[in-house]
């Protein structure tokens, strides 16, 4: 089955800095990758999702990445903000019944003001 | 609109026990699933439902079975709860179901303490 592994798992920022967040995958069929967010207590809700024929996808300050020859994508956060602190996930999707997802360790990113 | 709604929000059992988590939709989606999250696993699928009367297993379905009641309501249920089992359980929903690749809606989540 798919394995996706996400690194690095706490990253520190200061306010207005950029991160990145980079998860690789195992199964070359998958060619769905989103990415959640989870803020403290709450739930993981979708920021922003990008397919194997897009090499690149932007939305305001957050970005992805997938490089499918390599099996692997990023996330990219710009100017980031206190408010972004929050956990993210990575995930893969090889299309199969059920949409079913494979969701990487997670990275708690925190931003410091 | 409630979206996913969860219940209990948090329970303790003892190992042994047995209990069901309920999860509810009203966004009219076809498929629901169940998460479980632990610390540095992310969340694992443990079964889903791609569409009303039809449930499979996911990545870690040992020691769970699930119903899809109706359209918008879908269980799970723990027989005999042991620690490992302890965990927050997230339901989520999708709108078309199949095989399509879409956006996945959390539930708030049921902590589950199993001692």
């Known amino acids: 089955g798919e394995n996706v592994e996400q690194h690095p798992s706490t990253l520190s920022v200061q306010e207005g800095d950029s991160a990145v967040i980079k998860c690789t995958y195992s199964?070359?069929?998958?060619?769905?990758f989103p990415w959640y967010k989870q803020e403290l207590g709450k739930r993981p809700q979708l920021i922003i999702d990008i397919r194997s024929n897009v090499g690149e996808k932007k939305d305001q300050r957050i970005a992805v990445t997938l490089n499918k020859t390599a099996k692997h994508f990023s996330l990219h956060i710009t100017e980031t903000q206190p408010e972004d602190s929050a956990v993210y996930f990575c995930?893969?999707?090889?299309?199969?019944?059920?949409?079913?997802?494979?969701f990487g360790g997670g990275t708690r990113l925190m931003v410091k003001p | 609109n409630a979206g996913v709604t969860q219940t209990p929000k948090f329970q303790v059992l003892k190992t042994g026990q047995s209990m069901t988590l309920q999860c509810a939709q009203d966004?009219?989606?076809?498929?629901m699933y169940w998460y479980r999250q632990d610390p540095g696993m992310g969340l694992r699928l443990i079964y889903y439902?791609?569409?009303?009367?039809?449930?499979d297993k996911g990545e870690v379905p040992n020691g769970y079975n699930v119903s899809r009641l109706n359209k918008r309501e879908f269980s799970l249920r723990l027989e005999s709860a042991a620690p490992s089992q302890t965990s927050v359980y997230f339901c989520?929903?999708?709108?078309?179901?199949?095989?399509?690749?879409?956006?996945?809606?959390f539930g708030p989540g049921t902590r589950l303490l199993v001692l």
């Open positions: 439902s791609a569409s009303e009367g039809t449930t």
């Open positions: 966004m009219n989606h076809n498929s």
């Open positions: 995930a893969a999707s090889r299309g199969n019944a059920g949409n079913m997802l494979t």
């Open positions: 199964d070359s069929a998958s060619n769905y």
């Open positions: 989520a929903s999708s709108e078309l179901g199949g095989m399509i690749q879409e956006t996945q809606y």
